[in-house]
């Protein structure tokens, strides 16, 4: 009895244990622009065309160039606002998922449109 007993407790903690390492967050995918503006008017605009296209400040830190804001949708659309001062002036890169996954590159492109136009830089 106690042989059974011990054989179907290791039978099932090797069919349980390999569950948790099942799934994987794809790593997140980027679109960045460079500005000719500095990195303080650069975050600005940032956090006002977020904040106009209804998203929530989660976090915003100027010292380190970063913000996290969120857009309340199901699922939510969670955005990444990076600021990198270059050479060639402030990089600007945003990120984000919804439910999870990785948001394609391409949303991220009438938000730059938008920060270019609040910064006067538009081609």
Do not use: H, N
């Amino acid at each position: 009895m106690r042989r059974r007993l011990w054989g179907w407790l290791v039978a099932t903690c090797m069919v349980l244990s390999p569950v948790g390492c099942a799934t994987t967050s794809a790593p997140p995918q980027t679109r960045s622009l460079v500005v000719e503006a500095a990195p303080a008017t650069a975050l600005d605009a940032g956090v006002a065309m977020l904040t106009a296209r209804g998203f929530v400040i989660r976090r915003a830190d100027a010292d380190l160039g970063d913000v996290e804001a969120a857009l309340a949708v199901r699922p939510t659309l969670a955005v990444r606002y990076r600021l990198e001062a270059t050479e060639q002036g402030t990089r600007i890169t945003l990120s984000g998922q919804r439910g999870g996954q990785p948001v394609p590159p391409y949303v991220f492109d009438a938000l730059l449109i938008d920060v270019q136009e609040r910064l006067g830089e538009l081609p």
